[in-house]
């Protein structure tokens, strides 16, 4: 597989074949089958990467920004669902890592045998009313790639709040693509054990924005990247008046097109660092490259494109899923506010 971003170490080179290989070798199309998402899920864990990018103090792998980017771009590649839930799970254990009430639950995580969704409560998928104690309404849309999470609110005042599963009742939902991220719908129970939510205080909430604003990014280059080199081989081996595919001018420019937008993707995804205007773009830019990468993709296939025996049209539809799971519009209107010092909205406040 190709790599069309900045020159990488030799051991964030030996980490991409790695991962390159690990996904060939099991050569799996994920559905929503809980037991192959969770055994790969557990396989990725056993070789340090689920969380790789988390802090040593906390049992991650200690791995810096560059490195974990390149292990999410190239598991966006192969299973994006698993990307983004390993991306969830570092902003979860950025979070809940310091904290010793859940030093079991961030071990399970680090070792994929329990699943946290991160949301943000800027997100327009979240319809959350707080009063006191009591914790109200619901999530439209979470992507654990797991049957039975925790749920982690990331709140605008530097708060969270941890829902673990018996505090929530979940329904599957349709989406266009992820599969393998187990995409469900929340509604909070009427009534909770206090032990089932858990309310923290002083979170670098802008922290954990950044890490699952980088990890999307990272994901969605992955999803181009794919795409692009799927295109590629296609072109190459695909022959028309007496030659192949990329004896066209046409065609040698839309694949150069795609290629372009992917290495601009990339690069973005992988130069970002703690600035939320900078983390805002990365994620947006590059989940809007990876559905116009994907879709050209997908046209340089021509009819065979549409076929579910080529992989081009279920990277359009898993670009399409991911930019929705991460909601770019409402980060880029919160980012917005924070731009011109407005502050975050209020809950109830339109942003």
Same mark, same amino acid.
Request: glycine share 8%; with cysteine; charged share 20%.
């Given at each position: ?5 900045? =020159? !990488?170490?030799?051991? +964030?080179?030996? !980490? ?24 790969? #899920?557990?396989? !990725? ?12 103090? %906390? ?50 995580? *680090? ?13 327009? /998928? ?5 009063? $006191? ?16 999470? %925790?749920? !982690? ?19 599957p939902l349709d989406r266009m693509g ?10 909070? =129970?009427? @009534? ?41 081989? %296609?072109?190459?081996?695909? *022959? +028309? ?36 205007? /900078? ?23 021509g009819g065979y494109g549409y076929l ?17 799971? @991460?909601?770019? +519009?409402? #980060? ?5 506010? @924070?731009?011109? $010092? ?7 406040? =339109?942003?």
């Amino acid at each position: 597989m190709s790599w069309l971003g900045p =020159a !990488l170490d030799e051991e +964030q080179r030996d !980490l991409a074949a790695m991962l390159d290989v690990f996904a060939l070798d099991r050569d799996v199309v994920l559905s929503d089958d809980a037991d192959i998402v969770s055994g790969l #899920a557990t396989e !990725l864990a056993g070789l340090g990467i689920w969380t790789i990018g988390t802090d040593e103090r %906390y049992g991650g792998g200690g791995a810096d920004r560059v490195t974990t980017a390149v292990a999410m771009e190239r598991l966006g590649r192969a299973w994006p669902a698993l990307g983004w839930a390993a991306t969830q799970a570092h902003a979860a254990v950025d979070v809940l890592g310091g904290d010793d009430r859940f030093s079991d639950l961030v071990a399970a995580v *680090h070792t994929a045998a329990a699943a946290i969704a991160v949301v943000d409560t800027a997100s327009r /998928q979240v319809r959350l009313v707080g009063s $006191g104690e009591a914790l109200n309404g619901s999530v439209d849309r979470i992507d654990p790639a797991a049957e039975a999470p %925790y749920l !982690l609110l990331l709140r605008d005042d530097d708060t969270a709040v941890l829902v673990g599963p018996e505090a929530m009742t979940t329904r599957p939902l349709d989406r266009m693509g992820l599969d393998g991220a187990l995409t469900r719908s929340v509604r909070f =129970a009427e @009534t909770v054990s206090p032990d089932t939510v858990h309310r923290l205080n002083d979170v670098d909430v802008a922290a954990a924005r950044t890490r699952l604003r980088r990890g999307a990014a990272a994901v969605a280059a992955g999803i181009a990247g794919a795409a692009a080199d799927a295109a590629a081989a %296609y072109a190459a081996g695909r *022959h +028309q008046f007496g030659g192949p595919l990329t004896a066209l001018p046409t065609v040698r420019q839309s694949l150069l097109d795609q290629a372009t937008r992917t290495a601009v993707a990339l690069a973005a995804a992988l130069a970002v660092d703690e600035d939320s205007v /900078q983390t805002s773009a990365a994620m947006r830019h590059a989940c809007d490259a990876a559905i116009e990468v994907a879709a050209a993709a997908l046209q340089s296939h021509g009819g065979y494109g549409y076929l579910t025996e080529y992989p081009a049209e279920r990277y359009l539809r898993d670009a399409v899923s991911l930019r929705a799971a @991460t909601d770019t +519009q409402a #980060a880029a209107a919160l980012t917005a506010r @924070t731009l011109v $010092g407005s502050g975050p909205p209020r809950e109830g406040e =339109a942003s």
